[in-house]
Nanobody, 116 residues
């Protein structure tokens, strides 16, 4: 059974930083593409960042230059470093995993709240 557990969310002032972590179990982590999604109240879930099993990354345009995604296969962990946070970054952030046929494994989410 694949399990993804996020941590690192919280309340931060605008301009601050947070680092989200997602630890995976029950799967060969290095064989998965990993991603971070977010969902704000009343909005659809959106892809924030992804990192392939080969280490290639892609970021949502609005977070480029502020967010960084990385992975540590030895620790079965994917990270999302978020700097220069803005109130519009407020959302529940979800970790997701894919074996190549779409992101079909999800964590429970972690709340990020950015105050102005």
């Amino acid at each position: 059974q694949v399990q993804l557990v996020e941590s690192g969310g919280g309340l931060v002032q605008a301009g601050g930083s947070l680092r989200l972590s997602c630890v995976a179990s029950g799967t060969i982590f290095s064989a998965n593409d990993m991603a971070w999604y977010r969902q704000a109240p009343g909005k659809q879930r959106e892809l924030v960042a992804l990192i392939t099993r080969g280490g290639s990354t892609n970021l949502l345009t609005s977070v480029k230059g502020r967010f960084t995604i990385s992975r540590d296969n030895a620790k079965n962990t994917v990270y999302l470093q978020m700097n220069a946070l803005k109130p519009e970054d407020t959302a529940v952030y979800y970790c997701a995993a894919s074996r190549g046929v779409g992101y079909d494994r999800w964590g429970q989410g972690t709340q990020v709240t950015v105050s102005s």
